[in-house]
């Protein structure tokens, strides 16, 4: 239905507010103390008026109100009128209620003025209040189903905590299971764990005490080894005291050939090399070291004398007959057949050698390539994978070597390029036997003596170790070749080195047995030590010999056997090939002043040469355009 305007809509509001029964309004409008007092009754079944009570909703009692619809009350008797004040017309005469039981608008209209009930201004208000009612109502409708919502809500919270709260109980007895689980797990594990132990003690103690036994065998015999060193060196001792006694005596007599002056003997002076004489000292050598090879048979010899086996040098027999000679200007060159090159030079003599075969015997040669500005490079596998570069020009100098790791880590040893660059001659300086000898004054040694030359059999892993770290003994002017460094004793003599005499080599031979690896395990250690830390350290390993014999056997002996150490080194130690270089020296060095035999001079020695090496190569765009 829709909205008419207002102005029609009022009369027609009109009409209905004054149809409304008499008794809803009276409802409405009386007074909350009027209703209590109407109510109230005396006890009889009347309120104080002599009226009967009236019910819930404001009316009387059912047989003052109820027809039966033909004016009569329920018994049949007329409806009763109203006499009361204030409840009849406008001239205090009673009227009778309508059929339908309600009372006329003027009846009602005193009666509300006697009960000082206001009057409905008029339908506008009755409007409001409506409206009012229906929003009431609204409001009261929402509230209860906000209350209702808030109840439900409430409720689904509470289920949802109990939900909770019973997945809690059930979480924590699991962890609870669980816990006791793993205790029951750790328990059984510790028992079977004690048990184990206890059936393992037994063999602990037992393998406890072989151990125990096998340190004080190892123990007994390192006092042996070490009371047969100071055996041998009291030995050694005398015979240096033997020698000095001698030699005072020599240069007392004034006789040539002995003590200090061994070196102007004329067979001695570096020159024309004489075969003939050569073979008459090896073989004078040969005689003496069977002659020696008892102990016993000479007092104070037996240590000193080289041990003999048949048979040993054959091989290096074979070495000499098959040497070749040949002169290069007033050079005079020995060339032996694996390529060992000894040579004589004004007052000096040395030998040189391709270290590339020695690196192939501990890995395996890849490749080589020719560069185009004529050098070769080799490419060698080496220790755990590395590849060892070595760059060398045609007369087999080596330029420059580096390594390769795994990793892609590359690590320079030396480089030699710029050295040879700087000399005249070809585009790498002079030819392959020109000798770089540099000569320098003796260093200023201010450390003692057992601390600059270390004795093997004596030192200890410690003091090994610190003997090859430790810097040049003074300042070093400038960076040298490999080849300056070892033609160069002066300037070797910067750096502290190490003694081995405890290897021993046979006559004529530079083999040596199993049974003496076992005595570089120390300086293997101090090695490794130093190469872990520092990669690209680089040691010299020196070969020496006595005077016994020519100096041109005892250059090319002394070469080979500092080759071998460094391969048993390389082989059984895994010292990295590469880290190492050696060089024979003869008898030029000798440790006691001496031309018999001596196994003092007959030595071994290492030093730490990286300090005195210059690292300085060409620049990058030669190194580019080079390759």
Known sequence: ???RPLSVALPVLAAFVA???VPALDARAAPPDQAQQDQADDGQGKDKKGKPPRDKEGKRNKEDNRNDGRGKSQDGAPPRRDAGPGQGGPDGSAKVRNQDG???????????DALGVKRDPG???FIQRRQQQIQQAKEKALKEKQDADRARQDAARQKQLENQQAKDKAAKQKQDADLARQNAERQKQLEIQQAKDKAFKPKQDADFARQNAEKQKQFEIQQAKERAARENAAR???GRDKATRDTSKDNARGEPGKGPNWRDRPDRAPGKFDRANADKEFERARIEAQRQRNPGSGPGRSGDTERWRDGADRKFEAFRRDRKERDVGNRKLIIEPDKRVIVRHNDRAFIRHDESSRLQKTGRELRRERRKDGTLMIVT???AGALIYSLQDDDGRTLRRSRKDRDGREVVLFDNRRYYSNHSGSQFGPDR??????DLPPPDVRIPRDKYIVDYDRASPDDIYDALNAPPVERIERGYSLDEVRRS???????RRVDLDTINFEFGSWDVGPDQYDQLERIAGALRRIINRSPDEVFLIEGHTDAVGSDIDNLSLSDRRAETVAVILSENFGIPPENLTTQGYGEQYLKVLTDGPSRINRRVSLRRITPLLSREGWNDDWESSSR
Do not use: F, H, W
């Open 1 to 3: 239905m829709t909205l």
């Open 19 to 21: 149809s409304i029964s």
């Open 433 to 438: 036997y020109y000798d770089n000898y540099v």
């Open 236 to 238: 050694d001792q005398a």
């Open 123 to 125: 339908p506008q208000n």
């Open 489 to 495: 004793y002066r300037v070797l003599e910067r750096m």
């Open 381 to 383: 596998m080496g220790l």
């Open 102 to 112: 309600a009372r006329s608008p003027e009846k009602e209209r005193a009666r509300n």
